[in-house]
Every structure is written in C-alpha cells, then in structure tokens.
Antibody, heavy 120, light 111 residues
C-alpha cells in the first residue's frame, strides 16, 4: 500500500520561503506524478504542482510566483518550496500520487495533510 | 479560484439518493477531459471515489456512481448512510490553465 507523509514547519513568517517534504513508502517513485495540493481554511482544494518521475515539473499559474518542486529518489522524498509567502498561503498542504496520462491525471493516494500558518 | 462549480451542500435522509453536480466548461469537462471525484472527511486524507467519469476504485461501494454529459458531471450516492457525511470534490484537467482544477466542494449532510 502506498503511503505519503508530509513534514515541515507549521508556522512560517511572511516573505519567507515555505519548504515541505513528502516521504513516500510503498512506491519507488520510478513512475507516476508526485503532486502538491493545498486547502486554505474554509475553501476548496487547489492544485499547486507536480514533479513527474522523469524529473519534469509543472505548477499552477494561479500562484503567480515561482514554485520549486524537487525530489530525492534515494530518500523516496519530494519537496515543495514556495517563496515570498503571505497570509493567503495559509492552508493545509497535501502531497499525493498522480496516476495516468497527464490530461487524465487522478490522485489516488494522499498524505494526511500538514497545516501551515503564515504569520509573524 | 475554482473553475468547476458545485452546490455548497446537499442533504438527504438515511437510505435516500442524493446527487452532486459539477459544472465546468469547454476547456475542462467539455473538452472532454475525465472527471474524478474525491470524498474528504476533515482531518483525513481525501479519498478517490470515482475516476474517469464513472469508474470505481476497488473497495468503493456501488452506492457511489458517476456520470458526465457535455460540460457537467454528477456524482450520485444511493442508500445514503451517516458515514457518507463528508465533503465531495470533482476534479479535471483544464487546457486553458494547463493544469488541474477542483470543484468548489459539496458538503453532504445526512439528516
């Protein structure tokens, strides 16, 4: 069974960089897409971006700033870096596995989510 | 901002049938790109409920079914149970955004 677990700081100051880690077990990360999704308080789910097993990445244009998604396959981990955070980045952040062709991508395994608050 | 619109809530008594609509556009559902549905209980990991418009992953009861027509999709829950009380989200690919979009989310309330 594939399992994902997010880790990282629960509190980040405005203008700083948010860095999260997703640790994957039960999958060698040699296939599929590895995805970040978030849910702001009281709002719906929002796709942030992914890293494909080939190493290619894509991120949402709605974030309007650089998002870095990287991986370390020796550790079975992938990462999210979101720079210049503001209060609007306060959310529960989920990592997930994306399966299928990219225009038919579904998210079949998710982490439990990590709440992140942006505040001074 | 979500480009897929869902009703904020639907409700039904135990045993009844409820449906949740997901309305998109020609750049996503109507393109046509597949629609997937997720069940989310607060504090837990979202669960894939329906994929590729109408298929169920193993382990998902056949009380849950999906359909799609034009620029809209629907999720139906029959034989409503207290355990079905959760938030439900549709999801698809959007070619104008070159990314993945979720619905606004629907809370199912079991009366």
């Amino acid at each position: 069974q594939v399992q994902l677990q997010e880790s990282g700081p629960g509190l980040v100051k405005p203008s700083e960089t948010l860095t999260l880690t997703c640790t994957v077990s039960g999958d060698s990360m040699t296939e599929s897409y590895w995805v970040w999704i978030r849910q702001p308080p009281g709002k719906g789910l929002e796709w942030i971006g992914y890293i494909h097993y080939t190493g290619s990445t894509s991120s949402s244009s709605s974030l309007k700033r650089p998002v870095t998604i990287s991986r370390d396959m020796s550790k079975n981990q992938f990462y999210l870096k979101l720079s210049s955070v503001t209060a609007a980045d306060t959310a529960v952040y989920y990592c997930a596995r994306g399966s299928g062709y990219y225009t038919r991508l579904l998210f079949d395994f998710w982490g439990q989510g990590i709440p992140v608050t942006v505040s001074s | 901002q979500s480009v897929l619109t869902q009703p904020p809530s639907v409700s039904g008594a135990p045993g009844q049938r409820v449906t949740i609509s997901c309305t998109g556009s020609s750049s996503n559902i109507g393109a046509p790109y597949h629609v997937h549905w997720y069940q989310h209980l607060p504090g837990t990991a979202p669960k894939l409920l329906i994929f590729s418009d109408s298929d169920r992953p193993s382990g998902v009861p056949d009380r849950f079914s999906g359909s799609k027509s034009g620029t809209s999709a629907s999720l139906a829950i029959t034989g409503l149970q207290a355990a079905d009380e959760a938030d439900y989200y549709c999801q698809s690919y959007d070619s104008s955004l070159s990314g993945y979009v979720f619905g606004t989310g629907t809370k199912v309330i079991v009366l």
